[in-house]
């Protein structure tokens, strides 16, 4: 464009508006909109006693990372991991593709057509390697990004921190491989010869080898973990769930039958060969879920085994509510003592659960309560002489084998459902008002 136009034609986007420079062009006037500028850097400053001081980059940086850190507030991360292949398969994909690589065209010396060749399948090599296994680093979740309860069944089936372990020692081999890779990458583009480029591309790839046999079986243990966690049952947070809890064989798994509208399905856990019954309630158009659990016996928490520690996970960390299951009988195994202070730790714990109590195998009580030959019935306080006899207070009586009781627990398992349901929606609300208060405004 003409000067006598008026505007100055700028020679391309990365040109920038520069007085100093500009002003050194005589008879042209600039018209400073056609500035055109890309990747403006800019500066945050915050006020300090009224005054702006610059915020350090370190500053700005940690504050983006904390808007793009990932929060998982849901079920079913395990589904999302992803395929792991077995060591020696990821080995020997990446040996595959890395010795199809040529060398770069037009190299008519021999010798470095050899060492060039030579150093790009080692660094082939090494990338393809690398990259596989910062994939399955990073397509992990951290533990602290999962649901309370997927935490829970991380620990019991892997045990305390071998999760993290497992992951910690895929990127150590990742970082060796990347080290180890370059070295012998850099030695073979040294070479002088085609003989000694050959010789030390060989040593390169079995120093790879070495390295992947001998820390390799940190991928092995990966896969087996995403398969464990994979197989883990999902379940559905929006959905309202009666947890049926008490001592072992108390009758817990015969009430999810007769509750459930269909045949329950046996839920899988890793850590335990016993399945778990989950069974499902349909009213009208609302779907309901229902399952047992396994039995809870009187020790300290620390004492517990993986199947009541996964009871106390499901209590703690999942909106349910509970049908807490009573056997007076004397044919579970618990006595009725031992089975009140389950129920009173319990009950203090989770007390704010939606609760109903159930005498089951009501068939089968006596006129007079049952005392186990460990028991000495004449130190029982006055609660739990009444418990004995009557369990607690506000308890429903029932009996699968001769249906007693039953229509009235399916009516009250119904309403005490409807009532969850209520109040998921009610706390669903109340964290979408957090996440978006402009939204209700």
């Not at 700028?10 to 920038?16: D, E, V, W």
Request: glycine share 6%.
């Amino acid at each position: 464009m003409a000067a006598s136009s008026g505007l100055w034609q700028l020679p391309s986007t990365k040109s920038l508006f520069c007085t100093s420079k500009f002003a050194q062009v005589r008879n042209v006037v600039f018209n400073p909109k056609m500035a055109v500028c890309r990747g403006i850097q800019t500066i945050a400053y915050t006020i300090v006693n009224g005054s702006y001081v610059q915020k350090a980059p370190s500053e700005l940086q940690d504050k983006v990372k904390d808007k793009t850190l990932i929060t998982v507030d849901s079920v079913g991360a395990f589904q999302k991991l992803p395929m792991v292949m077995p060591s020696v398969d990821v080995f020997y994909s990446a040996m595959k593709k890395a010795k199809r690589v040529p060398p770069t065209k037009g190299i008519a010396n021999i010798a470095k057509r050899e060492r060039n060749k030579g150093a790009k399948q080692l660094d082939t090599l090494m990338k393809e390697l690398a990259v596989s296994l910062r994939t399955y680093k990073e397509n992990f979740p951290k533990k602290h990004h999962l649901h309370p309860y997927e935490r829970s069944l991380v620990d019991l089936t892997l045990g305390d921190g071998n999760y993290e372990e497992v992951l910690k020692k895929v990127d150590a081999l990742r970082k060796k491989v990347v080290s180890v890779g370059k070295e012998h990458a850099s030695l073979c583009a040294q070479s002088s010869t085609k003989k000694e480029a050959l010789e030390r591309l060989d040593e390169g790839m079995n120093s790879l080898e070495e390295i992947f046999k001998s820390q390799g079986k940190a991928v092995d243990e990966l896969l087996n973990i995403a398969k464990a966690l994979r197989a883990m049952p999902v379940v559905d947070l929006e959905t309202p769930t009666l947890c049926l809890v008490g001592a072992p064989n108390v009758g817990k798994s015969s009430l999810v039958r007769l509750l459930s509208t269909g045949k329950p399905e046996i839920c899988n856990y890793p850590f335990t060969t016993r399945g778990i019954l989950m069974g499902h309630i349909h009213l009208t158009d609302q779907n309901f879920q229902v399952t047992d659990t396994p039995g809870i016996l009187r020790r300290r928490d620390e004492d517990r085994n993986n199947l009541e520690k996964l009871t106390l996970a499901v209590l703690s960390h999942l909106p349910t509510a509970v049908l807490y299951v009573h056997d007076l009988s004397g044919e579970c195994g618990t006595s009725p003592s031992d089975q009140y202070t389950i129920y009173k730790e319990i009950k203090e714990r989770f007390g704010d659960h939606l609760w109903i109590d159930v005498v089951s195998k009501c068939d089968l009580l006596q006129d007079s309560p049952v005392v186990y030959i460990t028991e000495d019935s004449t130190a029982d306080n006055t609660e739990l002489a009444i418990y004995r006899k009557m369990g607690p207070a506000g308890s429903l009586r029932v009996s699968v084998m001769s249906e007693v009781g039953i229509d009235e627990l399916k009516s009250r398992v119904h309403a005490m459902l409807v009532s969850q349901l209520k109040r998921i929606k009610i706390q669903d609300s109340k964290e979408e008002r957090v996440e978006d208060p402009k939204r209700f405004l």
